[in-house]
C-alpha cells in the first residue's frame, strides 16, 4: 500500500508534466486538425531555454534559486512562445490548403531539425543540471517504509495546477479564448465575424509552446539533466495523452497525461521498467485503433 | 507572401518595406538565439556547467537571416514581374532534349561503376568508393523505392518503415547463425540465397500483422500508429536478450557466397576457383550487383504493378478514398497490399544489410532511420522512382563527399565533421522542400494507362481529395 501511494504521487508528477505538454498537442489539433510533430522538441528547446537562463540568472546575475526559478519560467516560456510562433509562421502557415500529407512531413522536418540544430550549437553530451530543491516532506510510515513528497514534486504538482487554472480561464473567459474556440469550430465563420483567423492560430501555436516551456522547466528541475534527443519519447507519450484523452478536449490532454504519468509508473514499478516505453507506444495503439475518440473527444464525422 | 499579384503592371520595389521585413525577421533571429545560440553549457572537470558567452555567433545568424530577407524580397519582386511579363514556360526544353537518353546512360554507368572505380582506384582503393558510396546510396534507393510503393502510390504515411527493414536484417542473422548451422550445417554457403526470400516474406507477414488492425486509420493517425509499432519493434530487440542479444547486436553474421562459392583466402574460396589473386574486393564488388539486382527488381515490380488494376487502384485510393469506396474497391484489400508489398523490399533491403555488415544491433533501426527514407521519398517526388535515385545521391551521396573535402575542414577547423549536420540538412530539406514544391522535385510523372495519346500530368495540377 505504502508503495502503491509513493507511486502515485510519484506518476502524477510525470503525469502533470505530459499534460501540459499534450495541451500544445490537442490546441493545435483542435484548430487546423493537424499532428505537429514537432511539439516534443519544442518542448525539448524549452527545456534547454531554461537550463541556459537558469545558469545565466545564478551565476552571472547572482539570483538566489526561487527568484532565479521564477524568472526562467516567466523568460522561457515568452521566448518558447517566440520559438513556436517562427515554426508556424515559416513552415506550416504557407502549407495550410497545400495537400493532405504537406504539414505533418513538414512537421517532422522541423522535428529532425530542431533536435540537430540543438545537438550542433549545444553539443551532443547530456546536461546535468545541480540538484534543487532536494528535500522530502515524510508523510507517512508503513512497516519501515516511508512514504514522502518531494519539494519539488509539490512545486511542479503546485505550478502546473496555478497554470492550468490560468490557461482555462483564458480559454473560457478572454476575448482570446472565445476566437480560439470559434475558430476551433469554424474557421470561416469566424473569419466572417472578424476574427483575425492567422492571428488566432498562431497565438494558439504561442499558447502551446508556452505550456509546453512550464514543462520544459519542471522536466530540468525534476531529472536534472537534459540532452538533445529528450524530446521524442516525452512527445510521443504527450501525444498519447492527448490522444487518449480524446483529441481537441483541453481537460481530456490533462487527464490523458495525469493517466500516462501513472501507468508509466506503476508499469515500471509492478512489472518491468524494460518495458515502460512499450507500454506508452502499445497504449497508443491500442486506443488509436480501438477507441479514436478517445475519453472525451467528440466523434469526428467525415464530410464529402 | 501571398499577395494577390496584379498581372498586367509591374510594379515599382518597396524599398521600405522589404528594408522592414528583413528588420523584423532580424529582430526575430535575435530573440530566438538569445539564449540558445548566444550562450553554451559545458561540461568542466568536476562535471558541473558552465556557461561559455558566444554572442557573435547569434549576430552573425542574425545577419545571415537579414540579408537573406531582403534578397527573398528581392527575388518576389523580380518574380512577380516576370510573371507578368510572360506565361510561365513550360518544361524546359533542354531536360526534354536528353530525356530519352537519360535512362540507358544511367543504367549503364551504374553497371560499369564498380569496373571504373576499380580501374581508377586500384583494388584497394576502390573498396571505399563501391562500398560507402555505390552500395550505401544503393541500399537508400531500394529502401526509398520500396517506401515508395507505401507513400507515394498507395498514399499511406508509413513513419515506422525501419522495422521491415529490421525484420528482415534480423530474420537473416538469427536463421543464418542458429538455425542453420544447428539444423542444415550443408547448407551453409548458401545461407544468403535461401534466407533472402524469407526474410521478405516474413517482412511482408509482419506488414500484413500490422497494418490490418491500423489502415483503417486517417492519414496522420496511421503515420504515429505505424510509429509506435516501429518503436515497440526496436524497443523488444533491445528488451528481449534472449532472443535478439539485446544493445550488444548479432555479430559474425555469415556473409554472401557467390553462388555457393564462398569470398575467401581458401582453395576452394571465389580467387582461387577462378584463379584469380585474393582480394576482399571481389566480395564488394559483387555485393555492389546484388543489391543493383535487388533494387532493379523493386523498381521493375513497382512499374508493372502500376500497370496491374491493384496498382491503379493505389494510386486512386491515394488521390481520394472516399471516392474509390464508392466505386467498389476494397480499400483494406488495397491498403494491405501496398503495406505488405512495400514491407517485402525492406524485408529483403534488410537482410542485404545484414549481410554486408556481418553485425546488426538495435542502433540501426532507430526512427531517425525511418525519417531519413521518408525524407528521400518525399524529396524525390512522391511516386516517382527516377526522383527517388536523385534524392538519394544528393543526401546520402552529398554527405560522403562532404566528408573527403579536405579544405573544408581548414575552412571549419580540424573537428568539422559533416556526418553530424546530416540529419540538420535533412529536416531542413523537408521543410523547405514542403514549401516550395510539395510534390516533391520530380513532380511530373506518365499516367500509368493511356488512352490514344501520352501526355505528362504534372503534380500541381491533380487535386487531392481527403480521406
Known amino acids: 500500500m505504502a508503495i502503491f501511494i509513493q507511486q502515485l504521487i510519484n506518476g502524477l508528477t510525470l503525469g502533470s508534466i505530459y499534460g501540459l505538454i499534450a495541451i500544445g498537442y490537442t490546441m493545435v489539433f483542435g484548430i487546423i486538425g493537424m499532428v505537429n510533430f514537432a511539439h516534443g522538441d519544442v518542448f525539448m528547446v524549452s527545456a534547454f531555454i531554461a537550463l541556459l537562463l537558469f545558469l545565466v540568472a545564478t551565476t552571472l546575475l547572482g539570483f538566489g534559486i526561487v527568484p532565479a526559478l521564477f524568472l526562467v519560467l516567466v523568460l522561457g516560456m515568452l521566448i518558447t512562445g517566440l520559438w513556436n510562433w517562427t515554426i508556424e509562421r515559416t513552415a506550416y502557415r504557407p502549407l495550410r490548403g497545400s495537400f493532405r500529407l504537406a504539414p505533418l512531413i513538414s512537421a517532422i522536418g522541423m522535428s529532425i531539425l530542431l533536435s540537430n540544430l540543438i545537438q550542433v550549437i549545444q553539443g551532443p553530451r547530456n546536461k546535468p543540471v545541480p540538484p534543487m530543491f532536494t528535500q522530502v516532506l515524510p508523510l507517512f510510515e508503513e512497516n519501515g517504509y516511508t512514504v514522502g513528497i518531494g519539494y519539488k514534486q509539490i512545486v511542479i504538482m503546485v505550478v502546473t495546477a496555478v497554470l492550468l487554472g490560468l490557461f482555462w480561464y483564458i480559454v473560457q473567459k478572454t476575448p482570446l479564448g472565445r476566437a480560439q474556440r470559434a475558430c476551433e469550430q469554424d474557421q470561416k465563420m469566424a473569419a466572417l465575424l472578424g476574427i483575425d483567423v492567422d492571428k488566432t492560430i498562431s497565438l494558439t501555436f504561442v499558447l502551446g509552446a508556452a505550456l509546453a516551456a512550464v514543462a520544459g522547466v519542471m522536466y530540468i528541475m525534476y531529472y536534472g539533466v537534459i540532452n538533445f534527443s529528450d524530446g521524442f519519447v516525452p512527445g510521443v507519450k504527450a501525444f498519447t495523452a492527448a490522444v487518449l484523452g480524446g483529441i481537441g478536449s483541453l481537460p481530456g490532454a490533462v487527464i490523458g497525461g495525469l493517466l500516462i504519468g501513472l501507468i508509466e509508473t506503476m508499469w515500471s514499478a509492478y512489472f518491468s521498467i524494460d518495458y515502460k516505453d512499450v507500454a506508452a507506444f502499445s497504449i497508443l495503439a491500442i486506443t488509436l485503433v480501438f477507441l479514436p475518440t478517445g475519453l472525451l473527444g467528440r466523434p469526428e464525422v467525415e464530410k464529402v | ?467
Open chain 2, 1 to 467: 507572401m501571398t499577395q494577390a499579384n496584379t498581372p498586367s503592371s509591374t510594379e515599382a520595389f518597396d524599398l521600405v518595406q522589404a528594408v522592414k521585413d528583413a528588420g523584423f525577421a532580424g529582430m526575430v533571429t535575435f530573440g530566438l538565439c538569445v539564449p540558445i545560440v548566444a550562450f553554451r553549457a559545458e561540461q568542466d572537470m568536476a562535471n558541473k556547467l558552465v556557461l561559455q558567452q558566444r554572442w557573435w555567433m547569434a549576430l552573425v545568424i542574425t545577419g545571415l537571416v537579414i540579408v537573406a530577407r531582403f534578397l527573398f524580397s528581392l527575388h518576389q519582386h523580380s518574380r512577380r514581374n516576370d510573371h507578368a511579363q510572360q506565361a510561365p514556360a513550360g518544361t524546359s526544353s533542354a531536360l526534354a532534349l536528353i530525356k530519352p537518353y537519360l535512362a540507358p546512360l544511367g543504367f549503364g554507368f551504374i553497371t560499369i561503376y564498380p569496373l571504373m572505380m576499380l580501374a581508377i582506384h586500384g583494388p584497394s582503393g576502390s573498396i571505399k568508393w563501391i562500398d560507402n558510396f555505390g552500395i550505401q546510396i544503393l541500399i537508400y534507393v531500394m529502401l526509398g523505392w520500396g517506401l515508395n510503393i507505401v507513400v507515394g502510390l498507395a498514399g499511406l504515411l508509413d513513419l515506422g518503415y525501419v522495422a521491415f527493414y529490421a525484420v528482415g536484417a534480423y530474420s537473416y542473422a538469427l536463421i543464418a547463425t542458429k538455425v542453420i548451422p544447428e539444423t542444415f550445417p550443408f547448407l551453409g554457403v548458401w545461407a544468403f540465397w535461401i534466407c533472402l526470400p524469407i526474410s521478405g516474406l516474413l517482412a511482408a507477414l509482419w506488414g500484413i500483422l500490422l497494418g490490418f488492425p491500423v489502415l483503417r486509420l486517417r492519414g496522420d493517425y496511421l503515420a504515429i500508429v505505424t510509429l509506435a509499432f516501429g518503436e515497440i519493434i526496436r524497443l523488444v530487440l533491445i528488451n528481449w536478450v534472449d532472443f535478439s542479444n539485446g544493445y550488444a547486436g548479432l555479430s559474425s553474421i555469415p556473409r554472401p557466397s557467390f553462388f555457393g562459392i564462398p569470398f575467401n583466402a581458401s582453395d576452394t574460396g571465389f580467387a582461387a576457383v577462378f584463379n584469380l589473386e585474393f582480394s576482399p574486393i571481389y566480395r564488394t564488388i559483387f555485393l555492389y550487383y546484388v543489391i543493383l539486382v535487388l533494387s532493379l527488381m523493386t523498381a521493375y515490380v513497382t512499374l508493372k504493378l502500376r500497370r496491374l488494376p491493384v496498382g491503379r487502384a493505389w494510386e486512386a485510393l491515394r488521390e481520394d478514398e472516399i471516392a474509390c469506396r464508392s466505386l467498389g474497391i476494397n480499400t483494406t484489400i488495397t491498403k494491405l497490399t501496398a503495406f505488405s508489398i512495400g514491407a517485402m523490399f525492406g524485408g529483403f533491403a534488410g537482410c542485404f544489410f545484414a549481410a554486408r555488415q556481418g553485425f546488426i544491433s538495435p542502433e540501426s533501426f532507430v526512427f531517425l532511420e525511418s525519417a531519413q527514407i521518408l525524407a528521400i521519398v518525399v524529396l524525390g517526388g512522391m511516386g516517382s522512382l527516377f526522383g527517388v535515385v536523385v534524392a538519394s545521391i544528393a543526401l546520402v551521396g552529398g554527405i560522403e563527399i562532404l566528408r573527403e573535402l579536405d579544405f573544408l575542414k581548414e575552412v571549419f577547423g580540424p573537428t568539422f565533421d559533416p556526418s553530424q549536420y546530416r540529419m540538420l540538412v535533412f529536416g531542413v530539406a523537408m521543410v523547405l522542400m514542403m514549401l516550395w514544391k510539395p510534390r516533391g522535385l520530380i513532380s511530373t510523372r506518365d499516367p500509368s494507362v493511356v488512352y490514344k495519346e501520352r501526355k505528362a500530368i504534372s503534380g500541381s495540377m491533380v487535386q487531392e481529395g481527403h480521406g
